[in-house]
């Protein structure tokens, strides 16, 4: 998530992961970084 791997970010999203879990969680890293396209592609699963 920290380095913006959309890939590794979509394989794991397929894979079932939970984009809310966890503290901080990887939809809050997002928006904490200001990673707009990844914040969509976490609204998307």
């Known amino acids: ?9 979509r394989a794991l ?3 079932g992961a939970d ?4 503290t901080p969680s990887a939809v ?3 928006r904490m970084f ?3 396209e990844l914040l969509e ?3 998307a699963h």
């Open 1 to 9: 998530m920290f380095k913006g791997e959309a890939e590794v970010i």
């Open 13 to 15: 999203l397929e894979g």
């Open 19 to 22: 984009p809310a879990a966890g």
């Open 28 to 30: 809050d890293t997002a």
């Open 34 to 36: 200001g990673k707009a």
């Open 41 to 43: 592609l976490f609204g």
